[in-house]
């Protein structure tokens, strides 16, 4: 497993993952070539451990993306649910905060059609490179986890 020194990730987080200065415009100019070349006017976004942050601000800042999947997220704030401009679901596992709250308020904007799946036989990174496929439960967890997520999608996104 890798590791890496609190200084070498802050700046990691600073440089290349700040959402405000870098991220935010990578996922700007995707929206505009999906737009303009293959006239592409509805997006879905998903994101594990920190994407799913990413994702959350994204649905924030772009009324185009139509759909959200949390998996496993990491540095939510339920301010942040309350900005979410996309129907979201949410899969946290046993070493996530409490998601209950944060889900609460997704569902009082888009009620039925959120979700909260959680996985307390699951931990933190499961359905990432963190997880041991050959393990069955964790393989089973990983396929149940598509699925909902394809679903949601497809039932939320328009242009499929």
Not at 18 to 42: C, R
Not at 87 to 106: A, G, Q
Request: proline letters at 4%; one cysteine or more.
């Amino acid at each position: 497993m890798l590791s890496y020194s609190m200084d070498e990730y802050s700046k990691w987080s600073n440089e290349v993952a700040n959402y405000d200065t870098v991220v935010k415009f990578d996922i700007q100019n995707l929206i505009h070539y999906y737009h303009k070349n293959q006239s592409i006017t509805e997006f879905g976004i998903f994101g594990f451990c920190w994407g799913g942050m990413v994702s959350s601000l994204a649905s924030s800042d772009f009324p185009d993306i139509k759909v959200v999947g949390l998996v496993h997220p990491s540095s939510l704030t339920n301010k942040m649910a309350e900005n979410i401009m996309a129907p979201t679901y949410i899969v946290p596992c046993k070493d996530d905060p409490d998601m209950m709250p944060f889900y609460e308020i997704l569902k009082k904007k888009f009620g039925d059609n959120s979700g909260h799946r959680r996985y307390n036989d699951m931990c933190h990174g499961f359905a990432t490179s963190m997880g041991n496929y050959s393990e069955p439960l964790i393989f089973q967890r990983v396929e149940q986890t598509i699925d909902i997520l394809g679903n949601f999608f497809l039932r939320n996104l328009h242009d499929n």
